[in-house]
Each structure stands twice: as C-alpha cells, then as structure tokens.
C-alpha cells in the first residue's frame, strides 16, 4: 500500500507500506524465511495510511487534503483519526453506509422515574447513502465536467448534500471527542458533506464520497478532488507495467522494500522529467488537465 502526492498535472509516490498478514504475526519460521524484522506485526491497513501520513508529517509535509477510496473512507475511525489530525478529507465509501438527514434532531424521551435516565438519541433510523441519494432523485443533480479525457471532456451528474454519518462507532467516537473535551455529549452526529454521482441512464446512484470540506465548497471542486484518483492508479499502471513494480519474484522483507525504493525513484526521475519545461515529450490526451494544476 501506499501514499502519494498528487496535483491535477502530476503525481508520485512518497511512501509505502507491505502489509503483514495476521497469520505471519505468530509464524516464527515464516517470519525468520522473510527476514521481517522482529518489531514488525499485523497492522489494520486503515493504521499504516495513519502511519504513512504521520511519517510525512515529520519530513514536512503534511497533505492539505487526504483523498482515500471506499477501503480506508468506510472506517469511521479512519476519518476521525485524519480530521483529528487537522487535515480535511475527501473518501470514498460504499452505498450501505448509514447516515442521517441534516435536519434530523436528537431527542430526550421523558424520564419515568425509574430506572436509568434516557439519553439523547435520533429516533428515526439511518438510512444508507444510497437510499438518501436516491430519494433525492436525478432533479438535484448537477452536471460537472471534471477534466479531459482521452475521448473528450468527463462528464456526470452530481448530488451533494450534508448528512451525518450513523452507526454504533460514529456514535462512540462523537462520545468520546465530547468527553475529551469534559463536556456532556448532546447526542448531535457531526455533519459532512455527501457526494453522489448518477450516472445519466443510470436509475439510482452508482458512486459515494464523505468530505468534511467546508459548507461553501462548490460541487466543481468537490468533484474534482473526487476523481482526482485516477492519477493513482495511472501511477500503478505505470509503476507496474513500465518499471516493474510487480516484477518483483523476491521472497524477502529486505529484497522487496529495496525494489520498491528503487521503482519509486524511476518513477520520480520520469515524473519530474515530464513536467519540465525542456521536456520535448507532449503530455498525452490521458494525463493532460482540463484545469490549471492545484496542489490537492
């Protein structure tokens, strides 16, 4: 896995992490064949993108935005970790994640004398983002081009809405930021913004984002940093297919960081190579951006 730098015009790796298997943590024989080194163990792989941010936080550079898929965006401890780290995000996540409207208000049912008092909660139930964005219906949406593909501009229809993400753990982790903060908590979920894309043809939604972007954001931008992903798995395509990344037939822990390093380098080298100005080689209809490059 990995974390990368990305602007509309380029984008590169900075970091990686192999992820160890929860069967290996226990299995000397295999660890000792691997050469992983004896502090290393099973971690979710949500911790080592914490991990990954927080090395590049000490190096100075911390992100001014995470963008992460439905992987790492449906982990309520995720975006908590990421937002407590001061840094805003735009995540993927899946359609049965549960939220509840805005407008939705908690409430405190009379206490009856008996019994442990009530606590404030929302009586209604969540629904999914699917179902939320769906009985929105396609008239709420908005047509963004977001950049220029290679068979001409990408276009879609767009629903964003402010919703508060539900669930057992995004109602332990709003508990738990009120105690740290030794106030009581009013049983008020934060709100984010919801990000729908609808196809056009399509009868109900097909892709879901959670953003804690500010409420003034235009859906332009939010789109655009949505989408900004597919510079990720253009790199991975060239990583992979053009300097070797998984070419790699090693069987140590040492062997494959080693490899990684040295493809990351390339990949920078070629990177940076491009984007310069006595570069006579024309970006291709695939990489070019429809807007002016902007650090995301």
């Given at each position: 896995m990995s974390v990368h730098a990305v602007t509309d015009?380029?984008?590169?790796p900075l970091g990686w992490r192999l992820f160890l298997p929860k069967d290996w943590e226990q299995d000397s024989e295999r660890r000792r064949a691997a050469g992983v080194p004896e502090g290393v163990g099973h971690r979710e792989k949500w911790r080592l993108a914490l991990d990954m941010l927080d090395e590049l936080a000490g190096w100075g550079l911390t992100p001014p935005l995470v963008v992460a898929d439905a992987g790492y965006g449906q982990n309520a401890d995720f975006r908590a970790a990421v937002?407590?780290?001061?840094i805003p995000f735009v995540v993927g996540v899946r359609a049965d994640l549960a939220v509840q409207p805005l407008?939705?208000?908690p409430t405190v049912p009379a206490w009856s004398g008996n019994g442990r008092r009530p606590q404030s909660r929302y009586r209604q139930p969540a629904v999914s983002v699917g179902e939320f964005a769906g009985q929105a219906g396609p008239s709420q949406c908005t047509e963004v081009t977001w950049r220029e593909g290679a068979s001409g501009p990408m276009t879609s229809r767009f629903l964003m809405e402010?919703?508060?993400p539900?669930?057992?753990?995004?109602?332990?982790i709003?508990?738990?930021?009120?105690a740290a903060g030794q106030q009581e908590w009013d049983g008020v979920l934060p709100d984010v913004w919801l990000l729908a894309q609808w196809p056009?043809?399509?009868?109900?939604?097909?892709?879901?984002?959670?953003?804690d972007l500010p409420e003034d954001t235009p859906v332009a931008d939010l789109v655009r940093l949505a989408k900004v992903r597919w510079r990720i798995?253009?790199?991975?395509?060239?990583?992979?297919?053009?300097?070797?990344l998984d070419h790699f037939e090693g069987r140590s822990w040492t062997g494959w960081h080693h490899h990684a390093t040295l493809v990351t380098a390339a990949h920078a080298f070629l990177t940076e190579q491009r984007l310069s100005p006595k570069a006579d080689t024309p970006d291709s209809p695939s990489t070019r951006s429809s807007t002016p490059s902007k650090t995301c």
């Open positions: 015009a380029a984008s590169a937002a407590d780290r001061g407008d939705a208000q402010r919703v508060r539900a669930g057992r753990r995004s109602r332990q709003a508990k738990a930021a009120a056009d043809g399509d009868d109900r939604p097909t892709r879901f984002w959670l953003s798995e253009h790199d991975y395509r060239e990583l992979k297919h053009g300097l070797g």
